[in-house]
């Protein structure tokens, strides 16, 4: 539940009740708790001071992809009263909340978002976008500029990985575990040698 007295919260224009986007209205929270209750799980993120920057470069990066909402801190804190407390974003269909918290916590590797690709272009695009200022690691791993960890993956690689021939799933494994970014001709040829 959005708690009214120590947060102001910033709506979806859609969502927004006047022109300033700052006071919704009850039919605009109402949208808001119906749109949350229809995703079961939402991965919530904990940012220090970064949570309206990394939402909005990760719709910036995913088609089908927008801000929600935003709340901000008030009077009860503990953020600076203003500062924005969390963002709603939504990408490819996924909600996502990202909180601004502190430094208390970061991110790792242990926890990662899987980036389906249906072709190398999209493999490349999305390498390309989440890389930048990040950090590269190995199999289609990935860190971006905010510490988020995410694979990016062929699709092709589940059913080369899965195939019948267990020789030929160990080719394409060996392959992959070679690469950084993950090229698809290159799994495929390793899959088709013998």
């Given at each position: 539940?959005?708690?009214m007295r120590?947060?102001?919260?910033?709506m979806?224009p859609?969502?927004?009740?006047?022109?300033?986007?700052?006071?919704?209205?009850?039919?605009?929270?109402?949208l808001?708790?119906?749109?949350i209750?229809?995703?079961?799980?939402?991965?919530?993120l904990?940012f220090?001071?970064?949570?309206?920057?990394?939402?909005r470069?990760?719709?910036?990066?995913?088609?089908?992809?927008?801000?929600?909402a935003?709340?901000?801190?008030?009077?009860?804190?503990p953020?600076?009263?203003?500062s924005?407390?969390?963002?709603?974003?939504?990408?490819s269909?996924?909600?996502?909340v990202?909180?601004n918290?502190?430094?208390q916590?970061?991110?790792?590797?242990?926890?990662s978002f899987?980036?389906?690709?249906?072709?190398?272009?999209?493999?490349?695009?999305?390498?390309?976008?989440?890389?930048?200022?990040?950090?590269?690691?190995e199999c289609?791993?990935?860190?971006?500029?905010?510490?988020?960890?995410?694979?990016?993956v062929?699709?092709?690689?589940?059913?080369?990985?899965?195939?019948?021939?267990?020789?030929?799933?160990?080719?394409?494994?060996?392959?992959?575990?070679?690469?950084?970014?993950l090229?698809?001709?290159?799994?495929?040829?390793?899959?088709?040698?013998?």
């Open positions: 539940m959005l708690e120590s947060a102001s919260i910033k979806h859609k969502m927004a009740a006047d022109n300033t986007n700052t006071v919704p209205s009850q039919s605009a929270l109402a808001v708790q119906e749109y209750a229809m995703q079961k799980i939402t991965p919530f904990w220090d001071g970064q949570a309206e920057d990394a939402a470069f990760y719709v910036s990066v995913f088609k089908n992809s927008r801000i929600v935003m709340t901000r801190y008030g009077d009860a804190g953020g600076p009263i203003g924005v407390m969390t963002v709603t974003f939504e990408i269909g996924v909600e996502f990202a909180l918290a502190g430094p916590f970061t991110f790792s590797p242990a926890t899987v980036v389906n690709c249906d072709n190398q272009a999209e493999v490349d695009h999305y390498w390309e976008k989440l890389s930048a200022g990040g950090k590269i690691i289609g791993w990935l860190t971006d500029k905010f510490g988020v960890t995410w694979q990016i062929p699709v092709v690689l589940l059913k080369l990985i899965h195939d019948k021939d267990p020789a030929r799933a160990q080719r394409v494994m060996k392959a992959m575990m070679k690469m950084k970014k090229i698809i001709k290159d799994l495929e040829q390793a899959a088709a040698e013998k």
